[in-house]
């Protein structure tokens, strides 16, 4: 950890402060991320939009990581990581409010750009934030303590779908496909107008937080730190470091990777909403659906406990990861292979098929990749940490090309089903478009097991 220099005095480097204020900044983080589970069902609805077209919610908010991930390595070197976490937190107000005027005019375009701009901040932020996580104690516990800072993450995951549903999208119910194709036209257009405004209120709050935790960090005592101390890489132009970082093995297939793990991520937290809908989980206001982004960011703060618990006293980063890739092979084959027409009840909730319960389970195999990822790919990177981090920023691209893959997956496999006669619930698009994410795992086993060592091309 010598290359580490931290540009205040000793006793503001400890890493007491800027956890709180990392693990605070990410339970909101989480809420923001986290909420596209259940507007991707909603937005189906409300903007009248096939399966297909409703996965463009999580497309264009994490398309901004890939457009963002170097540009937010730039503005990093002319601001410094304090305030682009602060300048994050900014653009994400701007993504928030801007709900407002794409409610009232109920213009799916107005929203994804919303999104997008959300996605930007997030990627700014995260570039900034993730190298703080790593550098602020030993290398050997970053995983620990991003795994502190995943809790955080994932029990907003928890709370975003359970809150907006219950204050905002309680009555979704009464909006069915069924009941809005009997409706005049001017019926269901006021019907889903009145839907879609039921968003401004929550967006127009969560801009008001953002704004005032981006003042809140700038004048914090969150520690400035510099990763380059000799200076040798901050002189060099954006296109060399990039290709100078890419000469580093370990960095370029922890971008693969990272940009795999996020495709299963997403995919188990977003998807499962729909998935739900598909198998008639609708429970006694049927909306129950939309909360089972819940139970995939219940696995996920189960899964980073362990992490926090096990790493590194009992189990290392690397056979953490190696566990994941493992159980989600698993966990793949068995969402495929079993009917979902095999249900389970559980205290307090509806009937659930059981494959609903094997996809919210993916979130245990995904919880400990990222923090493991992570400090693996940014290993003796030296100076060139803050343009890895954006490269590998740019691998959450994951979360938005495979989402959308999903979709017309699903939508082809069930359109032949419905054409042929077999739109029963057995075997759907829904549930055999999760077999693309067998890849993810693979590469995930491969890096934990070998890729992670190489040096040398």
Same mark, same amino acid.
């Given at each position: ?47 009248? &939009? ?36 602060? +300048? ?33 901040? +997030? ?25 502190? $800072?995943?809790?955080?993450?994932? +029990? ?6 359970? &809150? ?31 839907? *879609?405004?039921? &968003?401004?209120?929550?967006? =127009? ?62 995919? *188990? ?9 598909? $198998? ?23 899964? %980073? ?8 006293? %009992? ?5 953490? $990861? ?35 319960? &094997? ?44 989402? $959308? ?14 054409? =042929? ?13 999760? +077999? ?22």
């Amino acid at each position: 950890m010598s290359e580490i220099d931290f540009t205040l005095k000793k006793e503001q480097s400890s890493t007491l402060i800027p956890m709180l204020i990392l693990t605070s900044l990410f339970f909101i983080l989480g809420f923001v991320t986290w909420l596209n589970g259940p507007l991707i069902p909603f937005f189906k609805l409300a903007c009248e &939009l096939t399966e297909s077209q409703s996965y463009f919610v999580t497309f264009s908010f994490y398309i901004a990581y890939f457009v963002m991930g170097v540009p937010s390595s730039w503005v990093i070197g002319k601001v410094g990581y304090k305030s682009s976490i602060s +300048l994050g937190l900014q653009i994400i107000a701007l993504g928030a409010f801007m709900f407002y005027p794409a409610a009232e005019s109920r213009t799916f375009l107005l929203f994804l750009i919303a999104l997008f701009v959300m996605g930007t901040g +997030l990627a700014i932020l995260q570039t900034a934030s993730n190298p703080y996580v790593v550098v602020i104690g030993p290398r050997e516990n970053a995983a620990a303590r991003i795994s502190v $800072l995943g809790i955080a993450n994932k +029990l907003a995951g928890f709370m975003a779908p359970l &809150l907006l549903t219950e204050l905002v999208l309680s009555n979704i119910g009464y909006y069915s496909a069924d009941k809005i194709a009997v409706m005049t036209s001017f019926q269901r257009e006021r019907a889903l107008d009145y839907l *879609a405004l039921q &968003l401004q209120t929550p967006y =127009v709050y969560m801009a008001g937080i953002m704004f005032v935790l981006a003042i809140f960090i700038k004048f914090s005592s969150l520690p400035e730190i510099n990763l380059d101390n000799d200076g040798h890489v901050e002189h060099l132009s954006i296109i060399k470091q990039i290709k100078n970082a890419l000469r580093r093995p370990q960095l370029v297939l922890g971008v693969i990777t990272l940009m795999l793990y996020l495709a299963a991520e997403v995919l *188990a937290g977003d998807s499962i909403g729909g998935f739900g809908k598909q $198998l008639r989980v609708y429970g006694d206001e049927g909306n129950f659906y939309l909360k089972l982004t819940s139970f995939t960011m219940s696995a996920m703060v189960v899964g %980073y406990i362990l992490g926090i618990t096990l790493i590194p006293k %009992y189990l290392s980063q690397v056979t953490a $990861l190696k566990g994941s890739g493992i159980l989600g092979i698993i966990l793949v084959l068995a969402i495929v292979i079993i009917s979902p027409k095999l249900m389970i009840q559980l205290p307090g909730i509806p009937n659930l098929p059981i494959v609903i319960l &094997l996809v919210a389970l993916l979130g245990l195999a995904n919880a400990l990749c990222w923090p493991a990822i992570w400090p693996m790919a940014l290993e003796d990177l030296g100076g060139y940490t803050k343009i890895g981090s954006a490269i590998l920023i740019m691998g959450i691209i994951g979360g938005a090309i495979f989402p $959308l893959l999903y979709g017309l997956i699903t939508e082809t496999i069930n359109t032949s089903n419905i054409a =042929v006669g077999t739109q029963d619930i057995s075997r759907s698009g829904n549930q055999l478009a999760y +077999l693309m994410l067998l890849p993810s795992y693979i590469m995930i086993l491969f890096y934990a097991v070998k890729g992670h060592k190489y040096r040398k091309w």
